[in-house]
């Protein structure tokens, strides 16, 4: 027999009650000497007997109340007796691990892990004694979705289990065991389980040292079940990476993509058919990957067209047949663009145009010969500042200031709003620039510029040149020189250039150094503001300066630098799956309704816009699936798509190492590798306390209670 709450044997000390009471209630007798009572002393003596053992019944009646009202207490269990209704109440926490990888199908399974999850926690809900209380925790790098409160309503639980479905997230386990550990702790239970089912993926143990070290931590009080289920398949290609390489997708040009298979698999994959497909519909002959050895991954370049304006869906697909269908494709969303024009603001446009301020830039943004540039999806024209007030900036979605000295106060508003609406603005300087006027007016006052105008460097007279970092680009706007094949930065050679420093800005969007020289300083830095973006250079737009306009890589970082403005409106529509979806919009949008739907699902969500700092802001958080969403706003109407990718980590079969496992068994009441149901119930079974004996006892000390009251009034009368 054990006792479930051994600290109430203490009441046992309250037997001594019904004896102090007993003997305070003695009956004294003063003795007086009369001769009379002298013939009365035999029956006197008869009667106190008498009474003295109806005392002794009593007493022993009402000790036996109290002893059992103390052993009640304290539940005593016992092994011996079989009883559902007597069973021991168990306060459980069930976390099913949701993720991708759980969708696995297993060769000797005809379901996948995550319906044998589905089974072995309805038999935990089965197992559970009468009166228990259960929490229903869906795992997928969150906290969970599901039950986190433990519920006696069972039948609520098991219908939570029943409409539960996985989910496209990555897995980490971690959030959702530390959670249901701080629920238990908090219930008075005193039989308190754990019981985590997964396929044992080491990335869902990403945390495993924090998960170990609470799992150790809890196990004097809460009894931790570990339940893996599935076995590592032999093989499995995936697509882990799909990106546009082209800065800007326009109609009727090529699109550069990036596609990434690996080979997850043990054994070498060969002649892997890559389709590539537009709005769901295949564009050309498959690529072959001729072979991808075990562990190891393929880029594939290949080019796309698109033959319309907007929104489209681009995918990719492997051909193949393995246990995990949902990383055999990858979607992302690109939009089109007709023609975007550039507004080329010239600081010395009386010099001779082939050595003008702007003249490189226009030739990088155009370059295709005259006869061309009305077809080139890319227009750039030049004005001078004089023509800038006048200028309308709806035609433009940037602005480039070349060496321009300043410009009216009366413009800055102008500039504001084309750039908080989503315009870019970049900013070369020159001997003709204000520095004052740049770091007090757009740095200071409007906080448009992200850094100040510092001292001009490397100091005149020493013979030194500026070097542009060789290596580590970790900028969207230089990381394509990260590949050996696309040539160097290093060899630019700057004679001048300003220092730009970042401190003690006013912009509230944060900067960043894009690119930097050799020294460290900053090249190049940019910043969002608003919904559009700004880039501001340290040296000139001409050859007076450095000559990077006349290196190969000029062309490119331009481009990428308008492309990066284009798209900086529709940045965030290529997310991850279980990361939140924001779309920054103008003030207009504020409380508008909007609706999110996804292509797989008839469902919609109804969601609204909130303001923010910048106009107006749209977040939506329940991305759980992989494929493309469409947020539709009805007043004004727009429709946007955007697409959510599943973690590749997902993909990866690699399990747990036998060395966690042994740790895992140290550290929980049972580790079980299985997919039977019923091994699950029976070992939960046999290490729950018996069936629990308070019921009975109070029972019983019920009955005595009746006992104790007939014979007390019986005892109490005359005689």
Same mark, same amino acid.
């Given at each position: 027999?054990?006792?479930?709450?051994?600290?109430?044997?203490?009441?046992?000390?309250?037997?001594?009650?019904?004896?102090?009471?007993?003997?305070?209630?003695?009956?004294?007798?003063?003795?007086?000497?009369? &001769?009379?009572?002298?013939?009365?002393?035999?029956?006197?003596?008869?009667?106190?007997?008498?009474?003295?053992?109806?005392?002794?019944?009593?007493?022993?009646?009402?000790?036996?109340?109290?002893?059992?009202?103390?052993?009640?207490?304290?539940?005593?269990?016992?092994?011996?007796?079989?009883?559902?209704?007597?069973?021991?109440?168990?306060?459980?926490?069930?976390?099913?691990?949701?993720?991708?990888?759980?969708?696995?199908? /297993?060769?000797?399974?005809?379901?996948?892990?995550?319906?044998?999850?589905?089974?072995?926690?309805?038999?935990?809900?089965?197992?559970?004694?009468?009166?228990?209380?259960?929490?229903?925790?869906?795992?997928a790098n969150s906290s969970g979705k599901g039950i986190k409160e433990p519920t006696h309503?069972?039948?609520?639980?098991?219908?939570?289990?029943?409409?539960?479905?996985?989910?496209?997230?990555?897995?980490?386990?971690?959030?959702?065991?530390?959670?249901?550990?701080?629920?238990?702790? /908090?219930?008075?239970?005193?039989?308190?389980?754990?019981?985590?089912?997964?396929?044992?993926?080491?990335?869902?143990?990403?945390?495993?040292?924090?998960?170990?070290?609470?799992?150790?931590?809890?196990?004097?009080?809460?009894?931790?079940?570990?339940?893996?289920?599935?076995?590592?398949?032999?093989?499995?290609?995936?697509?882990?990476?799909?990106?546009?390489?082209?800065?800007?997708?326009?109609?009727?040009?090529?699109?550069?993509?990036?596609?990434?298979?690996?080979?997850?698999?043990?054994?070498?994959?060969?002649?892997?058919?890559?389709?590539?497909?537009?709005?769901?519909?295949?564009? $050309?002959?498959?690529?072959?990957?001729?072979?991808?050895?075990?562990?190891?991954?393929?880029?594939?370049?290949?080019?796309?067209?698109?033959?319309?304006?907007?929104?489209?869906?681009?995918?990719?697909?492997?051909?193949?047949?393995?246990?995990?269908?949902? /990383?055999?494709?990858?979607?992302?969303?690109?939009?089109?663009?007709?023609?975007?024009?550039?507004?080329?603001?010239? $600081?010395?446009?009386?010099?001779?145009?082939?050595?003008?301020?702007?003249?490189?830039?226009?030739?990088?943004?155009?370059?295709?010969?005259?006869?061309?540039?009305?077809?080139?999806?890319?227009?750039?024209?030049?004005?001078?500042?004089?023509?800038?007030?006048?200028?309308?900036?709806?035609?433009?979605?940037?602005?480039?200031? &070349?060496?321009?000295?300043?410009?009216?106060? #009366?413009?800055?508003?102008?500039?504001?709003?084309?750039?908080?609406?989503?315009?870019?603005?970049?900013?070369?300087?020159?001997?003709?620039?204000?520095?004052?006027?740049?770091?007090?007016?757009?740095?200071?006052?409007?906080?448009?510029?992200?850094?100040?105008?510092?001292?001009?460097?490397?100091?005149?007279?020493?013979?030194?040149?500026?070097?542009?970092?060789?290596?580590?680009?970790?900028?969207?706007?230089? /990381?394509?020189?990260?590949?050996?094949?696309?040539?160097?930065?290093?060899?630019?050679?700057?004679?001048?250039?300003?220092?730009?420093?970042?401190?003690?800005?006013?912009?509230?969007?944060?900067?960043?150094?894009?690119?930097?020289?050799?020294?460290?300083?900053?090249?190049v830095v940019e910043s969002n503001y608003g919904l559009g973006k700004v880039y501001q250079?340290?040296?000139?737009?001409?050859?007076?300066?450095?000559?990077?306009?006349?290196?190969?890589?000029?062309?490119?970082?331009?481009?990428?630098?308008?492309?990066?403005?284009?798209?900086?409106?529709?940045?965030?529509?290529?997310?991850?799956?279980?990361?939140?979806?924001?779309?920054?919009?103008?003030?207009?949008?504020?409380?508008?309704?909007?609706?999110?739907?996804?292509?797989?699902?008839?469902?919609?969500?109804?969601?609204?816009?909130?303001?923010? &700092?910048?106009?107006?802001?749209?977040?939506?958080?329940?991305?759980?699936?992989?494929?493309?969403?469409?947020?539709?706003?009805?007043?004004?109407?727009?429709?946007?798509?955007?697409?959510?990718?599943?973690?590749?980590?997902?993909?990866?079969?690699?399990?747990?190492?036998?060395?966690?496992? #042994?740790?895992?068994?140290?550290?929980?009441?049972?580790?079980?590798?299985?997919?039977?149901?019923?091994?699950?119930?029976?070992?939960?079974?046999?290490?729950?306390?018996?069936?629990?004996?308070?019921?009975?006892?109070?029972?019983?000390?019920?009955?005595?209670?009746?006992?104790?009251?007939?014979?007390?009034?019986?005892?109490?009368?005359?005689?």
């Amino acid at each position: 027999m054990s006792f479930l709450n051994p600290a109430m044997l203490f009441g046992m000390t309250a037997l001594a009650i019904p004896i102090i009471v007993h003997l305070l209630n003695r009956r004294r007798f003063k003795k007086i000497q009369w &001769a009379a009572m002298r013939f009365l002393q035999v029956s006197l003596e008869r009667n106190q007997r008498r009474m003295k053992v109806e005392d002794w019944i009593l007493l022993l009646l009402r000790m036996a109340i109290v002893a059992l009202i103390a052993l009640a207490a304290s539940r005593p269990t016992t092994d011996w007796l079989k009883s559902k209704g007597l069973s021991s109440k168990v306060t459980a926490s069930v976390i099913i691990d949701s993720s991708a990888s759980m969708l696995r199908k /297993d060769e000797t399974e005809q379901e996948n892990r995550f319906s044998i999850a589905q089974r072995i926690a309805d038999e935990v809900l089965n197992s559970l004694p009468k009166g228990s209380a259960t929490s229903m925790i869906l795992g997928a790098n969150s906290s969970g979705k599901g039950i986190k409160e433990p519920t006696h309503d069972i039948v609520r639980a098991k219908k939570t289990l029943e409409a539960s479905k996985a989910t496209h997230r990555g897995s980490d386990l971690f959030p959702a065991i530390e959670s249901a550990i701080t629920t238990l702790q /908090d219930r008075p239970s005193s039989q308190k389980e754990l019981v985590i089912i997964t396929d044992g993926e080491a990335s869902a143990w990403r945390q495993y040292e924090a998960i170990a070290r609470s799992l150790d931590q809890s196990k004097k009080d809460t009894n931790a079940i570990i339940v893996l289920v599935g076995k590592n398949p032999d093989e499995n290609l995936a697509i882990t990476r799909l990106d546009q390489k082209t800065p800007i997708a326009s109609v009727d040009q090529p699109v550069r993509l990036a596609v990434e298979v690996t080979n997850f698999g043990k054994v070498e994959a060969n002649d892997i058919e890559v389709q590539m497909s537009i709005n769901k519909e295949p564009i $050309g002959d498959p690529t072959i990957i001729e072979a991808i050895p075990a562990g190891e991954s393929r880029t594939i370049t290949t080019f796309i067209e698109l033959t319309d304006p907007g929104y489209q869906q681009i995918s990719s697909t492997i051909n193949i047949n393995d246990a995990l269908e949902i /990383d055999n494709s990858r979607e992302i969303v690109i939009r089109g663009i007709n023609k975007a024009r550039a507004l080329l603001v010239d $600081g010395q446009p009386g010099r001779d145009l082939t050595e003008s301020e702007t003249f490189f830039l226009q030739n990088a943004l155009v370059p295709v010969p005259p006869e061309l540039t009305d077809s080139f999806f890319l227009g750039a024209d030049r004005v001078s500042i004089g023509d800038l007030p006048s200028t309308s900036l709806d035609d433009y979605r940037a602005i480039f200031l &070349a060496n321009v000295s300043d410009f009216p106060e #009366e413009f800055l508003p102008d500039l504001i709003n084309f750039v908080e609406s989503g315009g870019g603005l970049v900013v070369f300087p020159g001997d003709n620039i204000d520095a004052t006027f740049y770091n007090k007016i757009l740095h200071e006052k409007a906080g448009l510029l992200p850094a100040a105008f510092g001292e001009i460097i490397p100091e005149q007279g020493e013979g030194n040149t500026l070097i542009i970092q060789a290596s580590g680009y970790n900028h969207p706007l230089v /990381d394509l020189w990260n590949d050996p094949g696309a040539g160097t930065l290093s060899n630019v050679k700057t004679l001048k250039a300003y220092k730009l420093s970042l401190e003690n800005t006013t912009n509230n969007n944060k900067a960043t150094v894009a690119l930097r020289y050799s020294d460290g300083s900053a090249a190049v830095v940019e910043s969002n503001y608003g919904l559009g973006k700004v880039y501001q250079f340290s040296s000139t737009a001409d050859t007076d300066w450095n000559d990077l306009p006349v290196q190969p890589a000029f062309l490119p970082i331009v481009h990428r630098v308008f492309g990066s403005i284009l798209s900086k409106q529709d940045a965030g529509i290529n997310i991850n799956v279980g990361e939140t979806f924001i779309r920054k919009g103008p003030s207009s949008w504020i409380d508008k309704k909007a609706t999110i739907s996804y292509s797989n699902s008839p469902i919609a969500s109804e969601i609204s816009a909130n303001e923010d &700092a910048n106009g107006a802001s749209i977040e939506y958080n329940e991305i759980n699936e992989s494929g493309i969403y469409s947020l539709t706003i009805h007043d004004p109407f727009e429709s946007i798509q955007f697409s959510a990718s599943g973690d590749p980590r997902e993909s990866n079969p690699e399990s747990l190492s036998e060395a966690q496992k #042994e740790r895992l068994r140290e550290v929980s009441l049972k580790f079980l590798e299985t997919t039977d149901p019923k091994e699950i119930s029976a070992a939960l079974t046999r290490e729950r306390k018996g069936a629990e004996l308070w019921p009975i006892l109070l029972l019983i000390a019920a009955l005595i209670t009746i006992l104790e009251l007939f014979l007390s009034q019986k005892f109490s009368q005359e005689k």
